[in-house]
């Protein structure tokens, strides 16, 4: 009798000693959680309150810094968000690559059981599958500060680690706008148009791409098609019929836009020139002296002007990625 007692007590401690660290495992993930789901339904502040309290006792918990700057960003903060995130993808990756040195090391026998812990691996909480959000969030702010040769190297991690990927190749598509980099803008336009009805969006960067690769009847009939609710696409395809030397066509254009806004910069510029390749330079002058151009009409007419590229994509969701470690 005095045997089994012994035994069913020592069971339920043994019991007892398994559940604390299981339940504190757990609650850990369920506070990391509910912060991922403030920022889900945008409650940010309540995002940061409670990430910042959790930081506070465990200062190498990735995951929480990783919601920060993803916090810091929705709220428009956008200096910390990508100091924030920066120090993340740099820690992670160094003791990944620590991780990686160690143990081949281990293998060979060159490293201690002390350098293992050194490392940091045991310490440190980062959910691989977060890189993805990790690496677009970068991405995105990287776009926002017209570094795009760091955002394109983000938005292909980002589809690597496969996040999203109509919104990661949609960035791609830009940024490798900016980046002149045309034939691998079609690339990722041709997946969207698998992945998605063609949006306005989308049939704008088609216009742009088409006249960049000496494709102009395919931009006229895209930019033609969207000219009425977007305005930059009008634009366009008056800049495309002035380049062509249709300066008749160009000047009706930007007349439109100009009855519906007197004061829209670009069309005054232009209309200008096409006044001035038309002959009448009178009127190209008044044009000019309407936005204060004091520059001689010669200088300020070349024979063709590059069309303008707007993000059509400014703006996005993020994926918070809140139910990888459930």
């Given at each position: 009798?005095?045997?089994?007692?012994?035994?069913?007590?020592?069971?339920?401690?043994?019991?007892f000693w398994?559940?604390?660290?299981?339940?504190?495992?757990?609650?850990?993930?369920?506070?990391?959680?509910?912060?991922?789901?403030?920022?889900?339904?945008?409650?940010?502040?309540?995002?940061?309150?409670?990430?910042?309290?959790?930081?506070?006792?465990?200062?190498?918990?990735?995951?929480?810094?990783?919601?920060?700057?993803?916090?810091?960003?929705?709220?428009?903060?956008f200096?910390?968000?990508?100091?924030?995130?920066?120090?993340?993808?740099f820690?992670?990756?160094?003791?990944?690559?620590?991780?990686?040195?160690?143990?081949?090391?281990?293998?060979?026998?060159?490293?201690?059981?002390?350098?293992?812990?050194?490392?940091?691996?045991?310490?440190?909480?980062?959910?691989?599958?977060?890189?993805?959000?990790?690496k677009?969030?970068?991405?995105?702010?990287?776009?926002?500060?017209?570094?795009?040769?760091?955002?394109?190297?983000?938005?292909?991690?980002?589809?690597?680690?496969?996040?999203?990927?109509?919104?990661?190749?949609?960035?791609?598509?830009?940024?490798?706008?900016?980046?002149?980099?045309?034939?691998?803008?079609?690339?990722?336009?041709?997946?969207?148009?698998?992945?998605?009805?063609?949006?306005?969006?989308?049939?704008?960067?088609?216009?742009?791409?088409?006249?960049?690769?000496?494709?102009?009847?395919?931009?006229?009939?895209?930019?033609?098609?969207?000219?009425?609710?977007?305005?930059?696409?009008?634009?366009?395809?008056?800049?495309?019929?002035?380049?062509?030397?249709?300066?008749?066509?160009?000047?009706?254009?930007?007349?439109?836009?100009?009855?519906e806004?007197?004061?829209?910069v670009?069309?005054?510029?232009?209309?200008?020139?096409?006044?001035f390749?038309?002959?009448q330079?009178?009127?190209?002058q008044?044009?000019?002296?309407?936005?204060?151009?004091?520059?001689?009409?010669?200088?300020?007419?070349?024979?063709?002007?590059?069309?303008?590229?707007?993000?059509?994509?400014?703006?996005?969701?993020?994926?918070?990625?809140?139910?990888?470690?459930?």
């Open positions: 009798m005095k045997k089994l007692l012994t035994l069913l007590v020592g069971m339920a401690l043994l019991a398994i559940e604390i660290p299981f339940s504190s495992a757990q609650q850990m993930y369920l506070e990391e959680n509910r912060a991922c789901k403030y920022l889900e339904q945008g409650k940010i502040d309540q995002a940061i309150l409670l990430l910042n309290r959790k930081l506070k006792r465990y200062p190498r918990n990735y995951d929480c810094h990783l919601y920060l700057g993803l916090a810091y960003y929705l709220k428009g903060d200096q910390n968000s990508i100091k924030t995130l920066s120090k993340v993808e820690e992670t990756e160094r003791l990944e690559k620590a991780k990686s040195t160690i143990e081949a090391g281990k293998s060979m026998g060159s490293f201690s059981q002390e350098d293992a812990y050194l490392s940091g691996s045991s310490a440190v909480v980062f959910t691989k599958e977060r890189s993805g959000v990790l677009f969030a970068l991405g995105m702010l990287y776009k926002k500060n017209k570094d795009y040769k760091n955002a394109s190297k983000r938005f292909s991690q980002a589809l690597k680690y496969k996040y999203p990927e109509i919104e990661t190749r949609e960035q791609l598509l830009v940024v490798h706008c900016f980046l002149e980099e045309y034939e691998k803008a079609k690339k990722e336009l041709e997946e969207l148009l698998k992945s998605e009805k063609e949006s306005d969006e989308l049939c704008f960067m088609k216009g742009y791409l088409a006249h960049y690769l000496k494709d102009d009847a395919q931009a006229i009939e895209s930019f033609s098609r969207i000219s009425e609710t977007m305005i930059w696409a009008k634009q366009n395809l008056a800049i495309i019929y002035y380049n062509q030397g249709n300066y008749d066509k160009a000047l009706e254009i930007w007349q439109e836009i100009l009855a806004n007197p004061k829209d670009d069309s005054l510029k232009n209309s200008g020139r096409a006044y390749h038309l002959g330079k009178e009127k190209a008044e044009q000019f002296d309407k936005i204060g151009l004091k520059i001689k009409l010669e200088k300020y007419s070349p024979k063709t002007i590059p069309l303008i590229l707007v993000d059509p994509f400014p703006e996005v969701g993020f994926d918070f990625q809140c139910k990888v470690a459930s």
